[in-house]
């Protein structure tokens, strides 16, 4: 039986909690969750299912919150994700240090991501939000709107299911600037992607609103770099978590062999 600590602080700021789901028996290693929401809103108990089923699979798991909205622009959420994995490797909880991974949604994939290219560990990317300055860049007579399916305090895998949505894409990314359009290359991660770069599982929908460009940019820095990697392309409009149920045996192989 899976037991979970809520609400420990692995930092100053009040966003800078985690709740901690504990395996039932000696943890083979541990998994960070990064839930999505846009980088504007969204919570950690949005992804209590994923923390139970890593659990179940052996591993101490870590589903955290981080700065959102107004006090989450680039690049304050990565730094709050580089305090937790300073913070749990010096925690009391017992697993292997060497055994980490890091497991995305949406933005949290986009993190996830760029936590394999900073610390070299496994990371599972699901709908990540790869294609920034690129896409910015190609998109300038989109007028961004952060109108589309509010329902971003409900499930997962509910949320914007309904295939393309250009305006919806360009708002949400733009907002992560706060304003600002100096940060666009440096918050792209595929261009920093070196040879101790993670292995990463990598899926997206081939009709949602996430740009499957940045699925193809990842996985060609990936190749160009000797970098293992799997990429899972599933059919309809569904995002992230949306088509969890299909990809879920491959994601908990993927970190069975890699954790």
């Known amino acids: 039986m899976v037991e979970t600590v809520f ?96 497991f995305g949604s949406s933005v949290g994939g986009n993190m996830a991501g760029e936590m394999a290219i900073k610390y070299g560990i496994p990371a599972v990317s699901l709908s990540g939000i790869f294609d920034i300055a690129n896409w910015l860049n190609s998109h300038q007579d989109v007028k961004g709107s952060m109108d589309h399916i509010d329902n971003f305090g409900g499930a997962s895998a509910d949320i914007n299911q309904d295939g393309a949505d250009d305006p919806f894409y360009k708002g949400f990314v733009e907002g992560y600037f706060g304003g600002r359009t100096d940060q666009f290359e440096e918050a792209t991660p595929a261009p920093r992607v070196t040879d101790k770069t993670g292995t990463m599982y990598i899926g997206n929908s081939l009709n949602e609103f996430v740009p499957n460009s940045g699925v193809l940019d990842m996985a060609k820095a990936l190749s160009d770099h000797n970098v293992p990697f799997t990429v899972r392309f599933v059919t309809g409009t569904r995002h992230a978590k949306g088509y969890w149920p299909k990809v879920q045996d491959d994601v908990l192989a993927f970190l069975k062999r890699n954790i």
Do not use: C
């Open 7 to 102: 609400n420990v602080p692995y930092g100053n700021e009040p966003e800078q909690i985690t709740d901690v789901y504990l395996p039932d028996g000696p943890a083979t290693g541990a998994v960070i969750d990064i839930h999505g929401g846009g980088w504007f809103r969204g919570d950690k108990l949005k992804d209590a299912d994923l923390g139970e089923i890593f659990a179940e699979q052996g591993y101490v798991t870590f589903v955290a919150n981080y700065r959102i909205g107004e006090r989450g622009h680039y690049p304050k959420p990565l730094e709050d994700m580089d305090l937790l994995y300073e913070w749990l490797k010096k925690s009391d909880y017992d697993f292997p240090r060497e055994h980490i991974a890091v």
